[in-house]
């Protein structure tokens, strides 16, 4: 073998210290069925074979053989194994990180049922070890820890935000006593964000407020840390991860808050939700839950009640995949649209089956795959040309922003809006 540098090292000693049952298995099992490249949008958009998601599998699992199997140390090129070199690094960056949404749609078309975003995410983090990361998404990561949300938004200019949108909501509900509560002690709920929110989707924070305040929520949001989002998840960084997933944990701590609302970001609630006690290592002492389930509650329990006349266009929902596909949250924001709007259309597929918007990830974050990202897109934008809508509903930022600029490169002419959006609207 050739002389491998201390980075090369330590993304092997990483790959060696995963290798528990859960990941030799879908190292070893792939039967190159080919059936999940019929359900990529990769490989779907582009016929190619590395798209196919078990060529990323084999890719991960090509190095583990090299290493880690006699057959793969004596006869690497009879048996596919490959060395973890410059240009398998290479291979890996563009494979793992520039040609997959981790959507997990895969997966659920795999014969044999690997998790092929499992084994990406793997890889990932073999080069995160490696210090190989797009630099796009690293800088979103570097962000988000040095200053507490991906965007470096300066504090004042939140808090700017936020005293603006209280006349906003004191406007909208014809009350001057109306307030979105910030740093608010001995409160029921504290409230997160996805940093676009503040910065370019402003009125999507009146929107849920106005939701909260309909409904006599005891709520607040917190001025340090409010970033549901975690794009350490994405590059493999789990350490920088569970500073991020703790920082909200503290913050609800220190309101005296017993619920966290995980606000409408799919990533960021699977990170928070499911992934976030793994990286603590403990279970929290809070609950979690998303504003999607929140809000179907409240409509359930009378809190708010929705006029569904107000909403006279055709509308359709777009199922963001960590939310719905890897998190279960199917029913919920169908029933809160269905209460809300008189005519609903389901895109096809749908539910677990439908497509990515194509900016999941990280995509949206690596700048260096923007063209690629809208290529693979167009899958989406043709469902929802097919739906005939005019208003599509997602409960995830992450896809509003990857929608939004569908919508203007397909010329779909459609309006986006997220849950508490359309519920604001009708209430």
Known sequence: MTKLTEQQNKA????NSRLNAKLLTYLNSCVHCGLCGTSCQYYITEHKAKNIPASKVDLVASIYRRYHTFAGKTFPKLTGARELNDKTAEEMIDSLFGS?????RCVSHCSIGIDIPFVVRTGRMMLQQMGLVPKSIQSTVDAALNSGNNMAIPTQDFIDTINWLNEDLQFEVNDDDATIPLDKENVKMLY???????KFFPLSISAIAKVFYMAGESWTIST????????????GDEQGAGVIAKRLIDEALRFGAGTVILGECGHGSRAMRWEGPNWLGEKYPVETITAVELIAQYIRDGKIKPDKSKIKEKVTIHDPCNLVRNGGVIEEQRYIVNQCCSDFVEMTPNRADNFCCGGGGGQLAMSEYNERRMRIGKLKADQIRATGAKIVITPCHNCVDQLSSLNVEYNLGVTIKTIAEIVADTI
């Open 12 to 15: 092997l000693e990483f790959l």
């Open 100 to 104: 997959c949404t981790m959507c997990g």
């Open 192 to 198: 997160t964000l996805n940093p676009r929110e503040p």
């Open 224 to 235: 340090k840390f409010y970033d549901i989002t975690n794009y350490a998840y994405f590059i």
